[in-house]
């Protein structure tokens, strides 16, 4: 009964979310999905602050220090940073040394940068191919960072002087794009055009998409000491919450295995609450995660504004929805490509802008043989 509901939930709230379930239980080995998520995983809802979470089913929700969430390694492995380095490493070494040497020249060689530039190629190379094992959970990632305001590392100038006014995280802000966008010209060389044999144009891996998937890995990976810096798929549609978060998360690295406890009793329907953080000011917040806490104690609580009522309801503005790349200036006629081929493989207004299905895997799959072939 638990399994029919997570089902039921999933598929209410659309496709992609049912088809991350139905991939997290093909990863674990487990067509039932029990040994993926634990025997009563908790159901996707949709949270009134936070888009998407995770609640208690209802009615019996779960006891403190009950199990919640299970994760094996199969699931989560292939999402980290590790297995990102590794895959590059061996099947494209002349990349992983263009990722070592910026990392030693522009981090000082501590890994800072490495890891969560190679996890982001990784995931930019997944959302691009739909061939590629871990597309199901890019392409969620896509579809529902869509649905809401973009994290700061995609928002336009304007947006940021608007949106944060005279707030000195802008400059902060500005320093990252600054700073990753000189990172994927260095890997990547630009949205550069060229010609294959056969004549159809190509491109290197596009900007926007880069610093789409570094503001998932930014805004969704886990890390810290003794903790690999991970993407964990289902795990991270819990919300945050500094002082009522009611479950917390253990990794055992021997086991390989990701456990979620409830850290006290929790109701049925309730919704589950992690704190990401109790030591970051709204400052560091905004940037890492891209909103803010209210009443945070630590630092000065900032007043962040990314509302436009002109632009309500329509397509790029607050209340329609963002395109992959947030606003950011300097698109491209091949980024515009990009655009449409993603359409068409999602089945959504393909024909309407111009390129069916088969036409959109084509321009995909070119553009990720261009210069990442091997990865």
Not at 130 to 158: C, I, K, N, W
Not at 286 to 299: K, R
Not at 309 to 322: D, L, N, S
Request: hydrophobic content about 40%; overall charge negative; proline content about 6%.
């Amino acid at each position: 009964m638990p399994h029919q509901l997570l089902r039921r939930a999933a598929q209410a709230l659309g496709p992609d979310t049912a088809q991350l379930l139905t991939w997290v239980e093909r990863q674990a080995g487990t067509a039932g999905g029990l040994g993926a998520l634990g025997s009563r995983p908790p159901l996707p809802i949709i949270s009134p602050s936070n888009g998407l979470g995770l609640a208690a089913p209802f009615p019996q929700g779960y006891a403190a220090g009950e199990i919640i969430l299970a994760l094996p390694l199969p699931v989560w492995g292939p999402t980290s940073a590790q297995f990102a380095l590794e895959k590059a490493q061996a099947a494209a070494p002349a990349f992983y040394e263009a990722l070592c040497a910026v990392d030693e020249e522009l981090g000082g060689g501590k890994q800072k940068l490495l890891q969560p530039v190679a996890l982001a190629t990784h995931l930019s190379l997944a959302l691009l191919d739909p061939h590629d094992a871990m597309h199901p959970y890019a392409r969620f990632l896509y579809e529902t960072s869509q649905r809401g305001v973009p994290h700061p590392l995609l928002l336009s100038p304007q947006l940021l002087q608007k949106g944060l006014q005279a707030s000195p995280v802008v400059a902060a802000v500005k320093k990252r794009q600054e700073l990753f966008t000189h990172i994927h010209q260095r890997l990547f060389g630009g949205i550069a055009a060229a010609t294959t044999t056969a004549g159809t144009a190509e491109a290197s891996l596009p900007r926007s998409i880069f610093l789409w998937s570094l503001s998932r890995v930014l805004s969704r990976a886990i890390s810290g000491p003794g903790k690999p810096l991970t993407l964990l798929p289902y795990f991270d549609l819990i919300n945050h919450r500094r002082t009522e978060a009611n479950c917390e998360y253990t990794l055992d690295l021997k086991e390989g295995v990701v456990e979620v406890r409830a850290t006290r009793r929790v109701e049925g329907g309730e919704e589950l609450f992690l704190c990401y953080s109790d030591s970051k000011d709204n400052h560091q917040m905004f940037l890492t995660y891209g909103f803010v806490d209210a009443g945070n104690p630590v630092g000065v609580t900032m007043r962040v504004d990314l509302s436009n009522e002109e632009e309500e309801g329509k397509e790029g503005g607050a209340g329609g929805e963002w395109m992959i790349g947030g606003g950011i200036e300097g698109e491209k006629e091949e980024e515009v490509r990009f655009e449409r081929a993603l359409a068409a493989v999602r089945g959504r207004e393909g024909g309407k802008r111009g390129l069916s299905e088969g036409e959109g895997i084509g321009v995909i799959k070119a553009a990720v043989e261009r210069r990442l072939r091997e990865y």
